[in-house]
Nanobody, 125 residues
Framework: QVQLVESGGGLVQAGGSLRLSCAAS????????MGWFRQAPGKEREAVACISQHGGSTYYTDSVKGRFTISRDNAKNTVYLQMNSLKPEDTAVYYC??????????????????WGQGTQVTVSS
């Protein structure tokens, strides 16, 4: 069992930056693939960025490439999402998730076993 707690969301103007953090409980954090997902009102939850167990592989959805960076610190049981050049369309609830079946880097919600409660990101124009 893994518990995930996100932090770092908030209100920011377009063009600004935020850094999301997700702290995980447990001793096996490095065995999980990790992902950041987001869900805007009326839309499906989508993968924003995912990272493999030791950070060697990453995935970004096209709309955030070049603006967002996912990273992890296994010694601190924490995964991060650095978000730069934010746009109003980035407004959503952002969720951190952990994938037990991390033999490949998964990018769909169905593979992820544990989820945080989410943190709101609002980008004003």
């Amino acid at each position: 069992q893994v518990q995930l707690v996100e932090s770092g969301g908030g209100l920011v103007q377009a063009g600004g930056s935020l850094r999301l953090s997700c702290a995980a409980s447990g001793r096996t954090f490095s065995s999980y693939g990790m992902g950041w997902f987001r869900q805007a009102p009326g839309k499906e939850r989508e993968a924003v960025a995912c990272i493999s167990q030791h950070g060697g592989s990453t995935y970004y959805t096209d709309s955030v490439k070049g603006r967002f960076t996912i990273s992890r610190d296994n010694a601190k049981n924490t995964v991060y999402l650095q978000m730069n050049s934010l746009k109003p369309e980035d407004t959503a609830v952002y969720y951190c998730a952990a994938d037990k079946a991390a033999f490949v880097l998964h990018t769909t919600t169905t593979w992820y076993d544990y989820w945080g409660q989410g943190t709101q990101v609002t980008v004003s124009s």
